[in-house]
């Protein structure tokens, strides 16, 4: 018999999960357990696999293990416990290249235990925060739909998603008070031309009153995060402008390639 493993330590041994292939990779085993959060089979504050189990239960070595839950760890799915691990952690809202990759994947931009419940969808004229993401003078009329996110039950986000004419042309449906399982890639399919990159604004504000009975946010002032999302096609069109409303306070600013050929900048 070979000697013990230690603390730490993973075999390399191959033959993993059936149900995976032979050649599983780091993106293969984080798909998993993802999928697995995001459907509820691993809860918030359940203790994930130790990396030994998943060295074992994929027949991967330890890089490849630490190389998925380190991904896991950065699209907030998990977090380190001291004396514990790695927990699953509390709802969060997905970002963008995640719900592109899910839709990819599943031709749905949910995730499992999410559901999307519209709020408003209509008319409206661009203010000042979305008419000069659409490039379309103040007052000009666009189509909007707002909706609220929720995972498990728990909601995540509201989003009120702007469209320019040019896309409710190609793709009515936006028009419909009904979830489309992926508005953003409907409407790229439509127009012939893929989306290309998301430039994300991030800023800190008071939640309105509609925004707080949404979210289920009982303080008084309730600082909520405001993100705002521009995404770009290929040809330089813009097919979104979306402002999603989520818990918490941060201050950034990045732009996400959503074209595997290009890379991502941070402002």
């Not at 408003?120 to 007052?139: F, H, K, N, W």
């Not at 989520?246 to 990045?254: A, E, Q, V």
């Not at 959503?258 to 890379?263: G, K, P, R």
């Amino acid at each position: 018999m070979g000697a013990p493993l230690h603390s730490g330590e993973c075999s390399t041994r191959r033959g993993g999960r059936p149900d995976m292939p032979d050649n599983t990779g780091y993106a293969e085993i984080a798909a998993h357990y993802r999928q697995q959060i995001q459907d509820g089979t691993l809860q918030p504050g359940a203790t994930m696999p130790s990396l030994r189990q998943v060295c074992e239960s994929f027949g991967v070595a330890q890089t490849t293990a630490n190389r998925a839950y380190r991904m896991l760890k950065m699209e907030g799915l998990t977090l380190p416990k001291p004396g514990v691990g790695t927990v699953v952690a509390g709802p969060i809202s997905n970002n963008i290249a995640t719900r592109v990759r899910l839709h990819d994947a599943t031709g749905k931009a949910l995730g499992g235990g999410e559901t999307s419940r519209i709020l408003e969808i209509g008319t409206t004229g661009a203010d000042e925060l979305i008419a000069p993401r659409l490039d379309v003078s103040p007052g000009t009329p666009v189509h909007v739909r707002r909706r609220l996110v929720s995972r498990n039950g728990v909601p995540v986000h509201v989003s009120s998603s702007y469209y320019p004419a040019y896309v409710i042309a190609v793709a009515p449906e936006l028009t419909e008070p009904v979830s489309t399982g992926g508005s953003r890639e409907l409407a790229a399919e439509r127009l012939g031309v893929a989306q290309d990159h998301v430039l994300e604004e991030v800023t800190s504000r008071l939640a309105t009153e509609p925004e707080k009975a949404a979210l289920g946010l009982t303080a008084g002032d309730v600082i909520v995060t405001q993100v705002v999302r521009t995404v770009t096609l290929e040809d330089g069109r813009v097919v979104e402008v979306a402002v999603k409303i989520t818990g918490g306070s941060t201050i950034l600013r990045w732009s996400t390639s959503l074209n595997s050929h290009h890379d991502a900048t941070t402002a």
